[in-house]
């Protein structure tokens, strides 16, 4: 047991006369160091211009203002005969669907007109020219063998009702 003791008073030795050559050593590094700060260079002096466009359109008249309300009225117009029809019409069967739920399997021509088979879940339907599909308004527009290209009425980040093409593009599966 003494042994094991014999060691250790050592190293505690050691380690007290390590510290404070550190502790010396430390404080002559700082008191050599010595910071380099640049000074801040003088701030430019503000020198006010007076507004001479008087003759032009002033930014903050009452006239700007009226014309941007106007134009805003006129886009919740044309935005409200956007919409308007599509909330008249009655809703068909696949406007009940999410548009990434459903899945082009093949197309055919029937009368002379494309004809496209959407499946949703396990039921497959046959869609044409005109009808609608998904849950933004989403009217086809064009079927060919391999997509079908519809117009979707969607609100935009300022709220705006906007148009926007969209598509479903031919699944193959596997079986």
Avoid at 126 to 134: A, C, T, Y
Wanted: aromatic share 6%; glycine share 4%; charged share 25%.
């Amino acid at each position: 047991m003494v042994v094991a003791l014999l060691p250790l008073t050592w190293l505690v030795g050691c380690t007290s006369e390590s510290e404070s050559e550190l502790r010396d050593w430390m404080a002559q590094q700082k008191s050599q160091t010595f910071p380099k700060v640049t000074p801040l260079s003088e701030p430019k002096q503000f020198k006010p211009e007076n507004y001479t466009e008087v003759t032009e359109f002033e930014p903050f008249s009452i006239k700007k203002l009226t014309l941007a309300l106007k134009n805003d009225a006129a886009q919740a117009s044309s935005n409200a005969a956007l919409l308007e029809p599509e909330l008249a019409r009655r809703k068909e069967p696949l406007e009940e669907f999410p548009l990434d739920t459903m899945a082009l399997v093949g197309s055919l021509v029937r009368a002379g007109q494309p004809v496209a088979l959407v499946t949703v879940g396990k039921l497959l339907y046959q869609v044409r020219l005109g009808d609608h599909l998904g849950q933004n308004y989403g009217r086809i527009t064009k079927i060919v063998e391999t997509e079908i290209t519809l117009r979707e009425i969607v609100q935009d980040a300022a709220g705006e009702w906007i148009e926007r093409t969209a598509s479903l593009q031919l699944q193959e599966r596997s079986k």
